[in-house]
C-alpha cells in the first residue's frame, strides 16, 4: 500500500512519520482520528470551512454546533482569544496541559474567521497532541471520534471498524486511556461555570482559580 493511501499510523512504532502525516492533513484539508489524553478525537483546520463540515457530517452533528480546540501553549492561545482578566490567564497557566476545556472569547480576527464569537481552547496532556499542535503552530480541532448519541471511545479496533471509510487516517497508540471527555467550562465572564463535568473534577478547577486570587 502506498503512502498516499494508507489509512492507519501507530504512533508507537512511527512517531515522527505520524506527525508529519497528521501535519500534511491539516494544512491539505484532511480529517483524521487522533488519540488524546483523553479520548480518540476527529482532528482538522478550525479554520478551513469544507472540513469542519466534513467533521459535522461524519458526526451527524447539526452545522451549529461548536468543536473544542486543542492549542500548544497559552501564547497560541492568546493569540485567538481575549481572556476575561489577568487572573484568568493566571489559572489556566497554572491547570493546563490538563483535560480542562475553558470557553473563551475571540479577538476580532478569528471570529471573522470562525464566524462565531467564543470558542473553547485546551492544552493537553499528551506527546502525540503535543508534538503536532507544536508543529503547526496553530488551533487543531478536538472532537470525540463518534457518532451523534454515541459513547466515545479508547479503542482503535472500533474506531477504524467504524470511520476508516470516512476519514483520511487513523492515528493509534497501544497505551489506553479512561474513556472520559475534558471538563468544560464557561469563562467568558469573571467567574468560571460549569458547562459539562469530565475528566478534571470542577472542584479543583475553583481551587487553581482560588490560588490564583490570592497571588494577586
Request: hydrophobic share 35%; charged share 30%; glycine share 4%.
Amino acid at each position: 500500500m502506498t503512502e498516499k493511501h494508507k489509512k492507519l499510523y501507530s504512533v508507537d512504532e512511527d512517531f515522527a512519520g505520524a506527525i508529519a502525516r497528521a501535519e500534511e492533513l491539516y494544512y491539505g484539508g484532511g480529517l483524521f482520528i487522533y488519540p488524546t489524553d483523553t479520548v480518540y478525537g476527529f482532528g482538522a483546520n478550525p479554520f478551513n470551512a469544507d472540513v469542519v463540515d466534513r467533521v459535522g457530517y461524519v458526526k451527524r452533528r447539526p452545522k451549529d454546533k461548536r468543536y473544542i480546540l486543542l492549542a500548544p501553549d497559552i501564547e497560541t492561545t492568546l493569540r485567538h482569544a481575549v481572556p476575561t482578566s489577568e487572573r484568568h490567564i493566571d489559572a489556566l497557566m497554572a491547570a493546563w496541559p490538563n483535560p480542562l476545556s475553558a470557553v473563551l472569547r475571540l479577538n476580532r480576527e478569528t471570529r471573522e474567521l470562525l464566524g462565531q464569537d467564543t470558542a473553547a481552547f485546551r492544552i493537553p496532556d499528551h506527546r502525540f497532541c503535543r508534538k503536532l499542535l507544536e508543529t503547526i503552530n496553530a488551533p487543531l480541532i478536538s472532537t470525540s471520534a463518534n457518532r451523534r448519541g454515541e459513547e466515545p471511545t479508547t479503542e482503535p479496533s472500533i474506531v477504524e471498524q467504524e470511520f476508516r471509510d470516512e476519514v483520511d487516517a487513523i492515528f493509534y497508540e497501544e497505551k489506553r486511556s479512561f474513556a472520559e471527555s475534558s471538563t468544560l467550562v464557561d469563562m467568558t465572564e469573571e467567574e468560571p461555570r460549569l458547562i459539562r463535568e469530565g475528566k478534571m473534577p470542577f472542584e479543583t478547577i475553583l481551587e487553581i482559580f482560588a490560588k490564583a486570587d490570592a497571588s494577586v
